[in-house]
């Protein structure tokens, strides 16, 4: 299986942020959509992500006046992305690897999707259960 498939199941929008856009503004938006993360895209290319951790980085760092920092200041960058066609055990292997929890799906240098690690676990508890349910469905037919 293959990020694709997660993709299959989330909309198509994806919640960005702009490097020019205040942290403040940007950490309503993340608060407003109950979401940990942004890619932030400067024309069609992913520059980099702004995060939880990145927020409480800068309050640590800045105090108060993180909120008025712009994202660029401040997101992780450069991003680490996968393709479409990664597969969901090597993206949680990355994913695992790096200690991130968002990754930018990227094709033909567009993002066409954001996955987080709990979307990976999911799809791997749901297809783990299904085997599990086939397997226990063979042994009583026996």
Do not use: C, W
């Not at 991130?100 to 999911?122: A, C, E, M, N, Y």
């Amino acid at each position: 299986m293959t990020i694709s498939a997660i993709l299959a199941n989330h909309t198509k929008d994806v919640f960005t942020a702009l490097p020019h856009e205040s942290v403040g503004d940007v950490v309503a938006r993340l608060s407003e959509n109950r979401i940990g993360a942004l890619p932030v895209v400067d024309g069609d290319t992913v520059v980099g992500i702004f995060s939880e951790r990145d927020i409480v980085y800068g309050v640590a760092r800045f105090g108060a006046a993180f909120l008025t920092k712009t994202v660029a200041d401040t997101m992780t960058s450069p991003p680490i992305t996968v393709a479409p066609d990664t597969p969901i055990m090597s993206a949680l292997s990355l994913m695992t690897k790096r200690r991130i929890r968002h990754l930018p799906v990227i094709q033909d240098d567009t993002l066409v999707g954001f996955v987080s690690i709990g979307d990976l676990v999911k799809h791997r508890i749901e297809k783990i259960e299904n085997e599990a349910a086939a397997m226990r469905d063979y042994i009583s037919m026996a």
